[in-house]
């Protein structure tokens, strides 16, 4: 408080004093200015009225603080938006089966055990209304490991067919997989082979039951699953 009416009282004067002839009241102030630091009493000279930076070092602090807290309220807001965009495209078949409902889901994927389920490479193939048989199929021509692309398959066709049967008319959820297989229809990873049909994953209603449900799985490829369970064991 001091510093700063030495330095209004030092203006002042020399406000009042007659100016010299041939300078102005800037000429003066530099003077000053000039003096006060070849006297080594001002540490910062663009800053005479706070010569230790204090307020200049709040300012940034805060003005960081700020920056900071607007960055991260920013991307939880972003996240938040993400999740809610995410979860309005998901797909229920709780209004009806049909090829349109089906390929909406297929592409957007649907919410399972709480998680969001894709499914990558899968397409409609067929709905028969008559007998209540939805048909799908998975492309895994990329796969490179069988089981894992079981597995994922499995998960596929379980969430896809209890969605599914929803709908009271529908009583079977086909899921087939096509991949790269050998002469004799086995698995392989080999893209020089031709493609065809290596598994078939079929959900089914219970006909005495509309909760009740069974599963079978048949197919070439199936022989490399056993084989490589049996030798795990």
């Known amino acids: 408080m001091g510093a700063q009416n030495t330095h209004t009282d030092e203006q002042g004067a020399m406000a009042a004093a007659p100016i010299p002839h041939g300078k102005t009241l800037a000429d003066l102030e530099l003077e000053r200015v000039e003096q006060k630091l070849a ?36 991307i939880l807001l972003a996240q938040v938006a993400c999740k809610n965009i995410q979860l309005a495209s998901m797909v229920d078949l709780n209004n009806g089966v049909s090829q349109e409902e089906v ?15 894709r499914f990558h490479g899968v ?28 597995a994922t398959a499995m998960t596929r066709a379980t969430a896809l067919a209890m969605n599914a049967f929803q709908d009271d008319n529908v009583n079977k959820v086909v899921y087939v997989i096509e991949t790269h297989a050998t002469s004799d229809g086995a698995f392989t990873s080999d893209a020089n082979e ?16 509309t909760s009740q449900f069974s599963c079978t799985v048949e197919g070439t490829a199936l022989p490399v699953l056993i084989e490589n369970d049996t030798e795990n064991q």
């Open 39 to 74: 006297s080594g009493n001002v540490l910062d000279p663009i800053a005479l009225d706070d010569p230790l930076g204090q307020n200049v070092e709040r300012i940034i602090l805060r003005v960081g603080l700020t920056v900071v807290v607007v960055i991260i309220t920013g």
């Open 103 to 117: 390929s909406r889901l297929l592409a957007n994927g649907t919410m399972w055990s709480g998680e969001t389920l």
């Open 123 to 150: 397409e409609f193939e067929s709905y028969d209304a008559a007998n209540g048989v939805l048909t799908v199929r998975e492309n895994a021509t990329s796969s490179r490991v069988f089981e894992q692309t079981f």
């Open 194 to 209: 031709p493609v065809s049909d290596v598994c078939t994953i079929t959900w089914f209603r219970d006909a005495h039951s």
